[in-house]
């Protein structure tokens, strides 16, 4: 990995934690928040770097279940945790393939919490719209689409998360779902190798017979339309220029109508 690429992965990974600490900070203080070191933090962020979430859910479970409303005290219970982990990479006692790996843990849990609280505290809002989440053929990842998936729930989008599924499982859900945009991490150079084809067959499959498919992933850079070639709609070049199309297509679409 070139020095450039080490220097990207690790802010990154730095912005994550910050993100992800400020959505741990967002409940009231609680007495039954855990402290790094303590029996019950330590073993709750040994469940994570295991993938254990199973057992991380016992750990949660209690003060989940006593939550009187918001959110609850199980998102004081991961802060520690987090704050934990950014520690040992930092100091270099954790890699950061295995950091990234024990907070795609967190998230999951993170993600699952706030769904339950979702359903239990208020009722849905319209969404801005459907979107199918899928890494490109052959370019199997999932931190960074599940970080994707989040942000564009978290801006009141349905989702429809595909992770690491075979090409033909993507064709099928774009069959059966009559989503408004598709969009393809890519996460490596191979992976453009036939992403042409692959988009042209989706549009042919889609539900929705306007369709637009958006790309992202490590592999591209500015100026986007490098990749016209390639026949997307959109090359969003972080999550946020993603959004943004989305958003602005979708209001055009609103008022047009």
Known sequence: ????????????????????????????????????????????????????????????????ENSDGGRPASFSMLLPVILQLEKDWLSGQRSYADTVYAFWNVERVMS???????????????????????????????????????????????????????PAEIVQAAELTHADFIGLSVGHDEGLIDLGQFISLLREKSRNPTVKVILGGNVFSAPANQYDWLGADHVALNVEDALEYCSGWMTTEFLRH
């Open 1 to 64: 990995m070139t020095r450039d690429a080490i220097q990207d992965c690790s802010k990154w990974l730095s912005d994550s934690f910050h993100a992800f600490k400020l959505r741990a900070q967002q409940t009231r203080a609680s007495a039954d928040i855990l402290i790094p070191g303590r029996p019950k933090s330590a073993s709750l962020q040994s469940a994570f770097c295991e993938g254990d979430l199973e057992r991380a859910a016992l750990i949660l479970a209690d003060p989940f």
């Open 112 to 166: 699952r919490l706030e769904n339950r609280i979702s359903l239990r505290t208020k009722p849905k809002a319209p969404a801005w719209g459907m979107i199918l989440l899928a890494t490109a053929p052959d370019t199997q990842h999932v931190f960074g689409l599940s970080v994707v998936d989040d942000s564009f729930r978290a801006a009141g989008w349905d989702t429809q998360n595909l992770t690491n599924c075979p």
